[in-house]
């Protein structure tokens, strides 16, 4: 089982990042332009990467000299994935100011992934040069090291960063897999054992260790550290093909059934899945299920050889001799010197009725086979693998001494996934929404926001439907067309961004004339929540609704402000204390009740206004005030009692309340209403 090489996240040094940096000044000459960059930095925090790109290429052409724009879009592109890019705007922020250390650290995280790992060290060197016990800078270098095969210098640099942070576990895992593929197993066991005694938290260290332990062939243990990587992040479906190998060989036969049926059903389109269970299923003779398996393997993967050959065996047993030679013909046609496919054809042959065409493969399956023995340099045989694709292949072979025989056993076995969990493998990376002590990763339905782009068309019936604001869109005050949708299921693309950018400029340059009415605020501050900027947005509705205290809309517009707002100043406050929740609980929950407070306006104007119960069943959902949440959500199925995502956030606040039996009944609603998360739950709790 080989694991992945990548062992960080980039997650955690955004978050690192924005921490250190949010406390630095910001050198901005002009106001709009600190603006900008603020609303930035903050839109970061909210993980909305797209949309921040956006403001810092506003700050950027306002002020092309500046350090901090390029140095935050490099943030932002770098949690895309988008490497290069993260590299580039990192050396444009170091050519405007060499002594920004971070950039040198966030290029050297990108230039890792870029597979540049002597550069990345150099960047690591100029960041130890201002501080020498960065723990970060000295990490990541130890990791590019370990990459470069400079075993003892990565040592040394573990060493350096474990002596100054004798508790950090993610450098024992770290080191613990650079003695593991360096070779000294017994040091990178010590590391991994450390790791574990220091938090059960991490995937890393467990996944290594069944490394080691699978390579012993001490299964029970192996099985144990799977166990945990699983409960640790058990929606990566190639986790339990690795588990389903540790329970075969453990003869835990009915386990790996199990596992790779789970597999399916998260992964429906699992070659290695499907391969498996086929072997399996052909194991206890239940052969056209097995057919039917690897079937859908060549479906996938056209040039999966072990599926034809297998499959050509099954049918040769189902008397199917046609379809059996057809598999057959396929491997000679690739592998000609493979000779046991020869055998295979010739008993098919005979099967047929062919005995001159049978003798004829039989002699020519011997030839091969003698002129190997003679002379093998001269006279090779084909050892056909699996044709899989990029991240799943058979068990490493090369190296080994391979007699004919054993080229029979591996092109019959079980196949393991080798890097399956690669973009799993980083470090730091936390589940969310665990519910009454199980790993399930659950979050509830969103709030409903305002917006000026239409929901998506969904399985779900809810109709979405707003009295007042459908009489408002009726009235056609301006020119585009208000929305109630689930907040977040949509990014702002490239375009629209810049749209809504020029739409708020000309709204605000059109209240700035005089000419503005409360409906150009209102459009306004809609606009401007869209685009993250929830100061700006609360200044506009709060003249909203001084001038209209029945305007039932602007309400559920601000509520919906005022919540982001505060969950932006939570986030900024999360990464400024590295994680601590320093945010005042007073401030934060007096803030809490003017969200609440909007939305039983709203409800006062229209009591039948369920996204109003709704949204403030999140609002208390999200404080663990469980039993207000279970109250609002009743009172929207009151009044809707086809409100799928209702029945849903109910379902969960009832786990959280620890009632399983309603809880059950709430997601199965769900369920049948089209919430589909609701079955995947459902199939884990239970």
């Known amino acids: 089982m080989k694991l992945s090489k990548k062992l960080f996240s980039y997650k955690r040094l955004a978050t690192l990042l924005l921490g250190a940096a949010s406390m630095a000044n910001v050198a901005v000459a002009q106001v709009n332009a600190d603006q900008v960059l603020a609303i930035g930095r903050n839109v970061l925090s909210m993980e909305d990467y797209m949309l921040a790109i956006q403001y810092f290429n506003q700050a950027i052409k306002a002020k092309p000299y500046l350090s901090d724009p390029y140095f935050y879009r490099a943030i932002a592109k770098l949690s895309l994935d988008d490497y ?75 060493t350096a960063l474990l002596r100054q942070y004798p508790a ?41 260790r069944a490394q080691i332990e699978w390579n012993r062939k001490e299964w029970d243990k192996a099985g144990e550290d799977m166990n945990a990587a699983i409960r640790l992040q058990p929606e990566i479906p190639d986790l339990y093909v690795n588990r389903a190998f540790i329970r075969y060989n453990s003869d835990d036969f009915f386990g790996a059934m199990s596992d790779y049926n789970y597999t399916l059903d998260l992964d429906p389109k699992n070659t290695a899945a499907l391969f498996n269970r086929a072997l399996l299923r052909y194991e206890v003779r239940d052969l056209n299920r097995a057919v039917e398996d690897l079937t859908k393997v060549l479906e996938l993967d056209p040039l999966n050889f072990h599926a034809h050959y297998n499959r050509g065996l099954m049918y040769l047993e189902l008397d199917k001799n046609k379809e059996a030679l057809a598999d057959f013909e396929v491997i000679a ?88 969990v690669e973009t799993q493998l980083s470090y730091n990376e936390k589940i969310k929404g665990r519910v009454q002590d199980r790993n399930v990763q659950v979050e509830p339905e969103p709030i409903y926001a305002l917006t000026f782009i239409p929901a998506p068309l969904t399985l779900r019936s809810v109709s979405n439907y707003f009295r007042e604001l459908d009489d408002l869109n009726s009235q056609r005050f301006i020119s585009r067309q208000f929305y109630l949708t689930p907040a977040g299921i949509q990014t702002l693309d490239e375009v629209e961004a810049a749209r809504l950018f020029t739409y708020a400029e000309d709204l605000t340059s059109l209240i700035q004339s ?13 606009t401007q929540t869209m685009l993250k900027n929830y100061p700006e947005a609360l200044v506009n509705l709060d003249d909203v609704i001084a001038k209209d205290d029945k305007f039932t809309v602007a309400y559920m517009a601000r509520a919906y402000a005022r919540f982001m707002k505060l969950a932006s100043e939570q986030k900024n406050t999360e990464h400024k204390n590295n994680g601590a929740d320093a945010l005042d609980r007073r401030a934060s929950m007096a803030a809490l009740q003017e969200v609440i407070s909007d939305y039983d ?20 959902y999200s404080v663990g005030d469980y039993t207000s949440a279970l109250h609002c959500y009743a009172e929207a199925l009151k009044i809707d009692p086809e409100f799928g995502q209702a029945y849903f956030n109910r379902g969960l606040s009832y786990l959280q309340a620890g009632n399983k039996t309603q809880a059950f009944a709430d997601l199965s609603k769900a369920g049948e209403l089209g919430v589909l998360p609701s079955y995947n739950i459902l199939k884990r709790m239970k």
């Open 601 to 620: 306006m709203a409800l006062n104007l229209n009591p039948r206004l369920v996204f109003a119960w709704f949204n403030k069943g999140n609002i208390y």
């Open 84 to 158: 290069e890019g993260a590299e580039a705007d990192c050396s444009l922020a170091i050519e405007r100011n060499k002594f920004k250390t971070e950039a040198y650290k966030v290029r050297g995280f990108a230039r890792q992934n870029l597979g540049r790992d002597s550069l990345a060290v150099e960047d690591y060197n100029i960041g130890l040069a201002h501080n020498p016990t960065d723990k970060y800078f000295l990490f990541y270098k130890a990791v590019a090291q370990t990459e470069m095969k400079k075993y003892d210098s990565s040592d040394s640099t573990f």
């Open 514 to 526: 005089g000419k503005g009415r409360p409906i150009d605020r209102l459009a306004l501050g809609v």
């Open 333 to 420: 046609n690739r592998y000609p010197k493979f000779y046991p496919v020869y055998y295979a054809i010739a008993e098919t042959k005979r099967n047929m009725g062919d005995m001159r065409t049978a003798m004829q493969m039989v002699h020519k399956a011997d030839q091969m086979v003698e002129n190997y023995v003679k002379n093998p340099e001269k006279n090779p045989l084909d050892r056909p693998t699996i044709a899989a694709a990029e991240t799943k292949d058979v068990r490493d072979t090369q190296g080994e001494d391979e007699s004919e025989v054993d080229v029979m056993n591996r092109f019959n076995r079980l196949v393991t996934v080798s890097e399956a």
């Open 168 to 208: 950090f576990e993610e450098g024992y895992s770290a080191r613990g897999r650079m003695n593991l593929v360096r070779g000294d197993t017994v040091a990178a066991l010590a590391d991994l054992d450390k790791a574990i005694s220091l938090t059960k938290s991490l995937i890393n260290p467990f996944l290594l």
